[in-house]
Nanobody, 126 residues
Framework: QVQLVESGGGLVQAGGSLRLSCAASGRTFSSYVMGWFRQSPGKEREFVAAINRSGVITYYGDSVKGRFTISRDNAKNTVYLQMNSLKPEDTAIYYC???????????????????WGQGTQVTVSS
């Protein structure tokens, strides 16, 4: 089992940047596919980004493509989400997710991830 703890959320003005971190403990971090999802009130959980076990392959939701970057440091058991050019519609709780059994390229489907962090709030003001 793995425990995930997100950090780095906060309040930022539109056009600004934030970097989220997700620290993992437990089983070998490099055996997990990692993902970021977000959810705002009244909306479904939305795929943001995913990264494969080695960190070579990444992919993004259409709404964040070109603005957000996912990366991982397996030596530090941490996955990151660099968020640039933030917009008010990026406001949400951001969740880190992990799965040890997923195929090599991860998934955009939140229900396919076995482990979740508690989330971190990101608020973008206009």
């Amino acid at each position: 089992q793995v425990q995930l703890v997100e950090s780095g959320g906060g309040l930022v003005q539109a056009g600004g940047s934030l970097r989220l971190s997700c620290a993992a403990s437990g089983r070998t971090f490099s055996s997990y596919v990692m993902g970021w999802f977000r959810q705002s009130p009244g909306k479904e959980r939305e795929f943001v980004a995913a990264i494969n076990r080695s960190g070579v392959i990444t992919y993004y939701g259409d709404s964040v493509k070109g603005r957000f970057t996912i990366s991982r440091d397996n030596a530090k058991n941490t996955v990151y989400l660099q968020m640039n050019s933030l917009k008010p519609e990026d406001t949400a709780i951001y969740y880190c997710a992990a799965d040890p059994n997923m195929g090599p390229y991860g998934s955009m489907k939140w229900y396919e991830y076995a482990y979740w962090g508690q989330g971190t709030q990101v608020t973008v003001s206009s």
